[in-house]
């Protein structure tokens, strides 16, 4: 996913057409934003963001402040990372190809800022407007988030349909997601025996870069299911 956003990047540059590099820019932030690269993500929506105010691109302005935020998160904090996110949703969702992704990531980011009763509803909203709330490109993130949200038996019924539609999409890095987080209540609730089941599924780290948290993260939980 990387190397191929980069590539359209530096082909988009060659040409000199400044809408196909918007757009790669775009993609290249993207990408960056789903595997957790954030200083590339960074980067790419700040060139996103000259390009969008050279050219007088409205739509693009709004996703590069909407990407940079979350390229941005640790360093402005919960509060102000969910602010920027809410300010810039409705003019980032204008681009239907980003289908679900806005959602889930302001969602995301509301339930981190603890304002998880907006992030619950915006969820809720989306998923019922939509005709097969189990199908649809990042439909999984938004049942992981609410999962998440919700806590107890009805959030970890959420966080297996999250699993179940990532697996089912072939969507690694989601599924890996999922994984954790049901894993993570399972471990906690003393089911390791269903968390040290669920961490063993195959192929389940193999979308995992080394330098990502994922990895880590997945080391430690089969370390804590493992455990007596």
Do not use: K
Not at 66 to 95: I, K, M, P, S, V
Not at 151 to 170: K, M, W
Not at 189 to 204: H, I, K, T, V, Y
Request: hydrophobic fraction near 45%; aromatic fraction near 6%; charged fraction near 25%.
């Amino acid at each position: 996913m990387r190397q191929r956003a980069f590539t359209g990047v530096q082909l988009a540059e060659s040409l000199d057409h400044p809408v196909t590099l918007a757009f790669s820019l775009l993609n290249a932030a993207l990408a960056s934003c789903i595997i957790g690269d954030r200083g590339e993500a960074a980067r790419h929506a700040e060139r996103l963001a000259a390009v969008a105010g050279r050219y007088d691109f409205a739509a693009q302005r709004s996703v590069s402040a909407f990407l940079g935020a979350l390229a941005l998160a640790d360093e402005r904090g919960a509060a102000a990372t969910a602010d920027e996110l809410l300010r810039h949703f409705d003019g980032t969702r204008t681009q239907g190809f980003l289908a679900l992704f806005p959602v889930a990531a302001l969602a995301d980011g509301l339930a981190r800022a603890g304002r998880r009763e907006e992030a619950a509803r915006l969820i809720d909203e989306t998923l019922g407007r939509i005709p097969d709330p189990r199908r649809g490109i990042w439909v999984s993130e938004l049942w992981r988030v609410r999962g998440e949200l919700l806590g107890g038996e009805r959030g970890a019924d959420d966080l297996r349909t999250s699993y179940e539609i990532a697996t089912t999409q072939g969507a690694a890095l989601y599924r890996l997601r999922s994984a954790l987080a049901l894993a993570a209540w399972q471990v906690e609730n003393q089911r390791r025996g269903d968390a040290a089941l669920l961490l063993a599924e195959p192929g389940l780290g193999d979308a995992v870069d080394e330098t990502l948290s994922e990895r880590r993260l997945l080391d430690e939980l089969r370390a804590a299911a493992g455990a007596a």
